[in-house]
């Protein structure tokens, strides 16, 4: 990244939303910086400025950016990310950084229009174990998503926010104190703890990097959703001591716990009867069932075993299947011209164990590229044409995946959009995931033994 501009309390040059202002777009009042940072300096520390912009790993990765080998299995919305001043006196910035102890990364301004999901994630990028370093994309807990947000209105969207990623619980009551001269008041305050326990924090070759992103899932306006995403209304700083503080470590911060004991099991059986009317459809095709299983569960998990999840979230977990073999699928699916998959499952946020769900198709073998997908709100009846009549398939659903869907409208088409990197064949290795996020009595990820698992069937003309 090229070096980017170094604050001191004299440069309240940068424009953000301010406490009178945080309903209106970033940029109005720049006075509010100056207020803000001459509170950290009355306070010992130094402000260095961040930034934000969308992460797109899809089109980053087809654009050739080296950055991306490849587009990591993201969903179809981009994501937001943080970029953060290489230290209090590199103004350089980037979206993976190391952090002291006594340090903080503060975001200001306003939550995203109304959309299904949206969390905020501390993530580890990378670990320094004993036998070396180790990308480890994985989360450090839980999430501020808009189940949990602290916020000022009737709703968790459009609405003002501040975030304080910090590891320690004086440079967060310093922090605080400063927002809250700013004139910004305590409700909007959020803490996300970097757990120092688990963590080499500091710099250089022994010291663990972080990431911080902010998923976004279904916006209700994709226009309103698209222009806060080019824009995000959000300003970010690092935060640090002139003089290095005490250490005085947040405790590892207890998780959300998943499940509430009620689950989907009662319609295992239907699930089956559900898979016969897939097969009486279809007759005079060989069917081939595809296993599937659960992944990106727990990043507390992963981090212990030194492997990459390339980003998960407790906010949600994700069922794969096929050719997914960063996650131990390894199922060499491919579909002919004549050959499709048939997706099906529960709808679980019919059932009421999550807030969205998706299913995503991908050419997963170098590219991790997705080819196309849909969401809960395509899943209305499509499972009734093979329970007629049963109130059950008012909790289900039904969807093709091909190459040629035809006049299928139930079908998810495979096609690439706008990038030459890569070419879809019959020899194109695919992989399924399905991705259940955020059950709505819990506030975070549905337990694993409380839903019932989404199944592929692959259909090919017989020998």
């Known amino acids: 990244m090229k070096a980017r501009l170094l604050l001191t309390v004299t440069m309240a040059t940068i424009l953000w939303p301010v406490p009178s202002a945080l309903s209106q777009p970033a940029g109005q009042r720049p006075d509010a910086l100056k207020t803000f940072a001459n509170a950290l300096d009355q306070a010992g520390f130094q402000v260095s400025v961040g930034a934000s912009r969308p ?8 654009a050739g950016n080296p950055a991306f080998p490849h587009a990591l299995y993201a ?32 975001i200001i301004g306003l939550t995203p229009p109304p959309e299904k999901y949206y969390g905020y994630h501390a993530f580890l990028s990378s670990k320094v ?42 440079t967060d009551t310093r922090v605080r104190a400063a927002l809250k001269r700013a004139g910004y008041p305590a409700a909007i305050i959020n803490t996300i703890v970097i757990p120092s326990s688990m963590l080499n924090l500091g710099y250089g070759d022994a010291a663990d990097e972080l990431r911080i992103n902010a998923r976004n899932g ?19 700083f690092r935060v640090t001591p002139r003089t290095p503080a005490t250490a005085d470590p947040f405790p590892m911060p207890a998780l959300r716990v998943r ?6 099991m009662a319609l295992l059986n239907k699930l089956d009867e559900l898979r016969k009317g897939i097969m009486a459809a279809n007759p005079g095709l060989h069917a081939t069932d595809i296993p599937t299983k659960p992944n990106f569960y727990e990043g507390f998990d992963y981090i212990q075993q030194g492997l990459d999840p390339y980003g998960d979230s407790r906010d949600a977990f994700w069922m794969t ?18 050959e499709f998959l048939v997706v099906y499952g529960v709808n679980h946020v019919a059932s009421g164990k999550a807030t969205y769900a998706s299913v995503n198709v991908y050419a997963s073998d170098e590219a991790k590229l997705t080819l196309g997908g849909i969401d809960d709100r395509d899943f209305a009846g499509t ?20 190459r040629n869907c035809g006049s299928d409208t139930h079908c998810i088409p495979l096609s690439i959009d706008n990038c030459s990197r890569l070419t879809l064949d019959s020899n194109t290795l695919l992989g399924v995931i399905f991705r259940t996020y955020l059950e709505p009595a819990t506030k975070v990820g549905p337990a694993l033994p409380e839903v019932l698992y989404d199944r592929i069937i692959k259909f090919s003309p017989r020998p």
């Open 55 to 62: 992460l797109n790993p899809a089109a980053e990765w087809c």
């Open 129 to 170: 174990y004993p036998t070396g370093r180790k990308r480890v994309w994985s989360t450090l807990g839980d999430t501020v998503n808009n189940a949990t947000i602290k916020t000022l209105g009737p709703t968790p969207f459009n609405s003002p926010v501040a975030l304080i990623y910090t590891p320690d619980r004086g």
């Open 218 to 236: 279904i916006w209700l306006d994709p226009i309103a959703g698209e222009a806060y995403l080019a824009h995000p209304p959000l300003s970010v």
């Open 75 to 106: 969903n179809n919305q981009p994501y937001l990310m943080f970029l953060v001043p290489k230290s209090a006196d590199d103004a350089g910035l980037g979206a993976v950084f190391q952090m002291r102890e006594d340090e903080a990364i503060v």
């Open 321 to 338: 299947g096929g050719w997914l073999p960063d996650f131990g699928c390894t199922n060499r699916l491919t579909l002919a011209d004549d």
């Open 383 to 402: 499972a009734s044409p093979y329970l007629p009549g049963d109130p059950a398939a008012d909790l289900m659903y039904v969807y093709k995946v091909s």
């Open 259 to 264: 499940g509430t004991g009620h689950t989907e």
